[in-house]
């Protein structure tokens, strides 16, 4: 029976059995969907995972293949539903999949930055710009990858914001997860104070930092990186593992001022002077 027929007599006793037996298949495929979604999405992950460790990918890699293919079998589940339901009406889809071809046609025209963004997703993957937990820089965003899609890429910056990117604004990626980061501390002590004096202070707080296993080279006091207003600026550089370069820095700095203050010198502070005229 099919109500869209033309001609159809709507009869309130055969439509009722109508919507009920519609009803009921449509209920039936949203069931077994639910059930099947989460099961595919398990199935890849867990095939995705075993895949990563045979082959000996990224963490990173890892996620970003699993989050993308799941990402597909999604948009590829609701597509199917999405037909059997119309089936399950009784909607002939043929000449809906016919007509597809001419209103994607038109639609085409203005889905210029969908294609674009498909393209480009692609090219971020085969060339693996980025991938998910890496601390990126693009589009105007700074923060870590969750997902890499084939559409979105999804940032979440420091203040906890997740950003959706379009693939086609991703510009002039400066990926910062690539390789060791660089810990960098600079930190005065006053004009009076002795250079070399400090200088053996602070190493020998470097000296400590050395078995940190956050560091994988240094850190080594540099020498004085420049004279400012108030202060002798003494540099420390050190090369850490990916992504400990704040923790490091915040240790680093704390150990530092406590040592040049138990040792008694100096760290300077901005000072103002206020000069007062009285009349004779």
Request: proline fraction near 3%.
């Amino acid at each position: 029976m099919n109500l869209f027929e033309e001609g159809f007599d709507f009869n309130p006793t055969v439509l009722v059995e109508w919507l009920i037996t519609a009803g009921l298949k449509i209920l039936v495929i949203l069931i077994a969907f639910a059930i099947i979604g989460p099961l595919g999405k398990k199935a890849i992950s867990a095939a995705l995972t075993k895949m990563g460790k045979q082959r000996k990918l990224s963490e990173g890699r890892t996620k970003t293949l699993e989050k993308l293919s799941v990402n597909i079998f999604s948009y590829a589940l609701i597509f199917i539903a999405i037909i059997m339901i119309l089936g399950a009406i009784n909607i002939n889809i043929g000449p809906l999949l016919a007509g597809a071809g001419i209103i994607g046609l038109a639609i085409g025209f203005g889905a210029q930055g969908l294609v674009s963004d498909i393209v480009t997703g692609f090219f971020i993957l085969l060339e693996r710009q980025v991938e998910v937990d890496d601390y990126v820089t693009t589009a105007g965003y700074d923060g870590i990858v969750e997902e890499v899609g084939i559409r979105t890429t999804k940032i979440r910056s420091f203040d906890g914001t997740l950003n959706y990117v379009p693939n086609r604004y991703i510009e002039g990626v400066s990926n910062h997860s690539r390789g060791n980061m660089q810990a960098l501390v600079d930190i005065g002590i006053a004009y009076d104070e002795n250079i070399d004096e400090a200088m053996v202070v602070l190493k020998g707080v470097a000296d400590q930092f050395r078995t940190d296993p956050r560091f994988v080279e240094g850190p080594d006091v540099l020498g004085v990186q420049s004279l400012g207003e108030s202060d002798v600026v003494i540099r420390i550089l050190g090369k850490t593992k990916n992504m400990e370069q704040w923790g490091v820095e915040r240790d680093l700095r704390k150990a530092l001022k406590e040592a040049l203050e138990k040792a008694g010198i100096e760290i300077p502070y901005p000072h103002q002077v206020f000069v007062s005229k009285t009349g004779e």
